[in-house]
């Protein structure tokens, strides 16, 4: 007997290269059963999935979602799940001395599954999207005060259950370099925002991410991904063969469609597609995972490309892929 059964849907799920009609059950909050004709009898719940596209719970690898505790943060439940993304991970929201009230207050009672980067700043964004208010230059991470090697790699190792490694934004290239170092220590991913560049490339590893691909501020300086003439910086093409990993972070200013079609036409497509959601993006450009995701079909990817950026490929990039972004029989039963 099963829980859930989802008959009829167009199932994708690029971790198994399946893109057909097929039936979908659920039984103790796994994946049951993946196959044609799946008998329903007795399952609490059937739902009719004929003419709609099933998939593994969508995967979004940039957030903010610490809500209560900072400003720039949304609901989980309401702006992620309730929106199709059963997984997210929060990108640097918190950092050591107040990522324990995320966990305790957030992570611990959200319905939405929750990861999170800690930010190299020791008290993460807090200063972020509170209208009208302005905050001594000391309270930032410019100051060298506010970053803490020791605390954050400690509050790491206390977590390794939620936090999938740290971030950093915002600043300088003396910040890259200390994230790098705490990354080192602590054994984690690093995931920076694409400025500064190319000096920021040159401390990315395989594994770590790159995001706000297709951001378009300062191209005068080559501050992302094209130059002042529109090319892509070779760094980029450095960057992709050494496994570094591409995220779009769309955010309410980090995405600029003239840049992404220039990207994508010189070969630098998304590993990742995420929506960089906060309270500034939320009621647009934003929006939700899927309206992002629908962007980049209009840009030319592939429908299974869109969805393998948003299962498989974060679930990979967070160390979950034989649970998480794919609908394998014992995987956690996350549909969207």
């Known amino acids: 007997m099963y829980d859930i059964v989802i008959k009829n849907g167009l199932v994708i799920d690029p971790s198994q290269g399946i893109k057909e009609v097929m039936d979908v059950a659920i039984h103790d909050g796994k ?56 997984t997210v991970l929060d990108a640097g929201s918190t950092g050591e001395l107040n990522f324990i009230g995320f966990k305790k207050y957030v992570i611990r009672n959200a319905e939405t599954r929750i990861y999170a980067l800690i930010n190299i700043e020791s008290q993460g964004m807090i200063e972020f999207s509170r209208p009208n208010q302005k905050w001594p230059s000391l309270i930032t991470g410019r100051d060298e005060m ?3 090697i020791d ?48 000096e920021t490339l ?57 840049v992404a079609r220039k990207g994508i036409e010189q070969g630098i497509k998304p590993d990742t597609i995420s929506t960089d959601l906060h309270s500034g993006s939320y009621n647009g450009p934003a929006y939700d995972l899927p309206t992002v995701m629908s962007k980049f079909l209009h ?28 609908l394998k029989i014992g995987a956690c039963g996350d549909v969207t």
């Open 31 to 86: 994946i049951a059963d993946l196959r044609r004709g799946i008998n329903a009898t007795g399952a609490r719940y059937v739902i009719d999935a004929s003419g709609l596209i099933v998939t593994p719970g969508l995967i979004d690898l940039h957030v903010h979602c610490c809500y209560g505790i900072a400003h720039i943060a949304v609901n989980p439940d309401l702006a992620c799940l309730a929106k199709g993304s059963t």
């Open 146 to 148: 506010f970053i803490n």
């Open 151 to 198: 605390g954050t790699v400690e509050e790491i190792k206390r977590n390794r259950d939620i936090i999938i490694g740290i971030k950093w934004a915002h600043h300088g290239i003396k910040g890259v370099e200390l994230a790098r170092e705490a990354a080192d220590r602590a054994q984690c991913l690093l995931m920076a925002e694409n400025h500064l560049q190319p």
């Open 202 to 258: 040159k401390y990315m590893r395989k594994g770590d991410v790159i995001t706000h691909l297709y951001h378009g501020l300062r191209m005068e300086q080559h501050d992302g991904l094209l130059d002042a003439d529109g090319n892509v910086q070779p760094e980029f093409f450095d960057a992709v063969k050494r496994g570094v990993i591409l995220d779009v972070g769309h955010g309410a200013a980090s995405f600029k469609w003239s």
């Open 299 to 326: 840009l030319g990817l592939s429908l299974e490309e869109v969805i393998n950026a948003t299962t498989a490929k974060p679930a990979e990039v967070i160390g979950k892929k034989d649970v998480l972004g794919t």
